[in-house]
């Protein structure tokens, strides 16, 4: 395991990364005091894989259909928001100051 302190990490970041790609660590030192470990990525989990595990875990499941176009653009567009709530929104947050 290497020790790199943040300046050194900066100016040879690109070394730092083929090593860890190799199959190294990094230990991240700020003044001396250890802050962060570099290390790789096993198997690259992609977003399929993120899904895949959701799924197998009961967190997701598959659509039952697709989204009309005229949905997904309800979707895109932004949600209309009653003066009055912003008001007493802002009210109460003004309370709490």
Do not use: C, Q, W
């Not at 100016?11 to 083929?18: I, P, T, V």
């Not at 003044?31 to 977003?47: D, F, K, Y």
């Amino acid at each position: 395991m290497e020790k790199v302190s943040v300046s050194a990490l900066k100016n040879g970041l690109s070394a730092f990364l083929r090593k860890v790609r190799a199959g190294h660590s990094v230990i991240i030192y700020d003044r001396n005091v250890p802050i962060a470990r570099l290390v790789g990525i096993e198997g690259g989990e992609g977003p399929g894989d993120r899904l895949a595990k959701l799924r197998s875990e009961g967190l997701t499941r598959p659509a039952l259909r697709k989204l009309s176009a005229k949905r997904r653009r309800a979707l895109r567009s932004p949600i209309a928001v009653d003066a009055a709530v912003v008001r007493a929104l802002r009210e109460n947050r003004d309370d709490d100051r």
